[in-house]
């Protein structure tokens, strides 16, 4: 890892064990086959099903993506499914006529952004597993510049299609003001008794709201009714703000194949994550110019990603006492001699103890930083070993709709996933998503109690899954609420988010 360069690994590595396609042009993303050589080697079994599924995916995105002639008709008949007051499309002459089985065969899930770049994440490899699992192919809805050289295009084909929806002349309009009031939501079709399987024809297009705001109905998203009644909708807009590929695993139908795509199911999140989000070139090199120039010298990598939460109150100082007593109490980091009158050490005599870290420091305040490098700095490390550490940027507040504050955002997210041990922050996105492609176990920073540090300061967590947040909690039976954390065995409520669930 520390001698990280710039030269390709060799296939396997390369190819993350066959998860990446080799159909790319290298140099068009760095990422996409470099990431290897700054990560621990994944220790998570990937399955060959998942491999010769996502094979199949790329050929279905090759043959319906936007550019496609499949897909020139799918819009086109979206378009006139959409028109009430269209005459009924001349078999001879449409373009969507009945002989187009190309376009037959597209069916099309287009995720919508909502929140920062880790439920964007989340949300997105949720929509993917989905579009796995039923044939579609993903689109990202990108409307504004925020999204906009962030992440490379994750499917082979890009000089022929994209997975980006070319927006200009697409039929759904205002695809941004969807919401859980929409009348073509999917839990207010259900809602007025209009989600029969044996619609004919299908309604055009649905909207699946699966928010933190959603109703009960919504969350039939989650059960057979809901399921029936997306079938056969040729497209689909999604917005989530959550990890809801957990959910999808409450669904009897999608049991089966995802058993044989995840036989360990708490790998779902790692193995997407790698195969989808490469950051682009541009943000590559922050993460790596970052990387060579403090954090490779080390011999160990220790992330700490700190994130403060308006309903989370504590003050800074006390965090940063929870900090400490969770890298020293877990023998992250060495504690200090505290005696600032403590002469210089003399050489250590056991060199295993004289490990030099890194840490880095990942958070929008610049406060804990500057606290825990002046106490490696004041201070001997406790065995003789040195602790250098490190904070990229601290941006003081969250700016989701800025490009550049975005590219800053995702190099810290991979800078982080290079650690070899990750201290987090409770219920946070972005440390999901660092820890998940990282495939390691955080230290979570446990919630404060009564606005002080709590006891124990930080958790091992129990599986490196994101959290689903907002689960469902709905009976697909009853239609009355239930509990997804006892529904099977390998969906367990979150330690840091009591209403939410994850895979183990
Ligand atoms: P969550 O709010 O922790 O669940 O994570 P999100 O990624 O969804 O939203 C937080 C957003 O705030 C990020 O996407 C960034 O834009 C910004 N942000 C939060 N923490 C950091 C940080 O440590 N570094 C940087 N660069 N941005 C951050």
Known sequence: LAGASATVPDTRDRLLG???SPDFDDRSCLS????????QPSLHNLSSHLVSRLRRYESLHRLCGPGTPAYTRAVARLRESMDAHAPPPASSNSTTGSSDTAA???SYIVWTPIEGLGNRILSTASAFLYALLTDRVLLVHHPGDDLNDIFCEPFPGNDSTTWVLPERDFPIQNIRRLNVRTRESLGNVLGRGEGSRDRDPPPPWLYVHLQTDYKPDDRRFFCDDGQ?????????VLRSDNYFATGLFFLPRYEQELARLFPRRDTVFHHLGRYLFHPTNTVWAMATRYHRSYLAPAEER???QVREFKYARISAADRYSQ???CACGESILPAVDDNATTPPSAEPDHPEQTKRKAVLV???NGEYYEKLSSMYYEHDAAGGGSVSVFQPTHLGVQHTEERKHNQKALA?????SFSDVVITSAQSTFGYVSHGLAGLRPWVLTLPVDGKVPDPPCRLAPTIEPCYMKAPHYDCRTRGQADNGKMVPYIRQCQDVSYGVQLV
Not at 32 to 39: I, V
Request: charged share 20%; with cysteine.
């Open 362 to 364: 990942v958070s929008l």
């Open 32 to 39: 996409r086959y470099r990431a290897s050589l700054y990560r």
């Open 302 to 304: 220790v992330g700490v």
């Open 323 to 325: 900090i400490i007593s």
């Open 104 to 106: 037959d065969e597209c």
């Open 412 to 416: 810290e997210v991979m800078l982080l």
């Open 228 to 236: 029936d009644a997306l079938s056969g909708v040729r497209w689909i």
């Open 18 to 20: 066959g998860l990446l």
